[in-house]
């Protein structure tokens, strides 16, 4: 297994009215972090916050292209980022343990905390198509370059992984900094990861490891 420690390139935040940051999505130009009970946009240039929709926000984020998609205890809201409003919901697998969120090829991809589990939805109706198992606690999932990676925060050590999307092989490991926790991940589609700073109320952006 490949390891390496983050290279933290820029950290967003702390924002006003912000107690922690729960998950993490990006638009393309702008990063979405779930707050509780609103979602925020971030321009990922300025790190100023240009917006935000007051829904129940309470963990993993994704967009799709056209939607967001947002944890919120048991379901997982269908929010329109243009008009702010709700358009439909799917239950969340794990009766309230859904953790991160992320979407890739037409599908959802829901991290559990506790179960250690990432599990592929149909996010037409929330059924669940395949589970990957991790050997940590996930807290963020995303894909890149048809990678799956998750965020992870146990026994006070935080990081990401990169898994085999199969058997779940641990194909590589980044380790955060001690004290920087991971809450939600997202990735750019390029050579970025977001990283949700849960408590700490950051977003951090940690360069993608090199191939």
């Known amino acids: 297994m490949k390891q390496s420690d983050a290279e933290i390139l820029r950290e967003y935040g702390p924002f006003d009215g912000v107690e922690g940051v729960h998950g993490v999505t990006f638009d393309g130009e ?3 972090f779930a707050s ?3 979602l925020n946009a971030l321009d990922s240039d300025s790190g100023a916050v240009v917006g935000s929709i007051d ?5 993993g984020t994704a967009f799709d292209g056209e939607h967001l998609f947002q944890i919120a205890g048991t379901r997982i809201l ?3 980022p243009k008009t702010g ?3 439909g919901s799917i239950p969340a697998p794990g009766d309230g343990a859904a953790s991160g ?3 890739s090829e037409g599908s959802l991809w829901v991290g559990q905390f506790a179960d250690r589990q990432i599990h592929e939805i149909d996010p037409a109706d929330g059924k669940v198509l395949r589970s990957v198992d991790s050997d940590r606690q996930v807290t963020g999932v995303t894909w890149i370059d048809g990678e799956l990676w998750h965020g992870f925060w ?3 050590q935080s990081g990401l992984r990169r898994l085999d999307p199969t058997s779940g092989q641990v194909l590589e490991a980044v380790r955060m900094p001690s004290g920087a926790v991971v809450s939600g991940l997202e990735s ?3 050579d970025r990861f977001f990283c949700g700073g849960g408590p700490s109320g950051l977003v951090r952006a940690v360069q993608k490891p090199p191939r």
Request: hydrophobic share 50%; no cysteine.
């Open 30 to 32: 702008r990063i979405w």
């Open 36 to 38: 509780g009970e609103r």
């Open 55 to 59: 829904v129940a926000a309470h963990a």
């Open 78 to 80: 269908k929010v329109d």
């Open 85 to 87: 409003a709700v358009v």
């Open 101 to 103: 969120l992320a979407w």
């Open 154 to 156: 146990q026994d006070e």
């Open 188 to 190: 750019d589609g390029r």
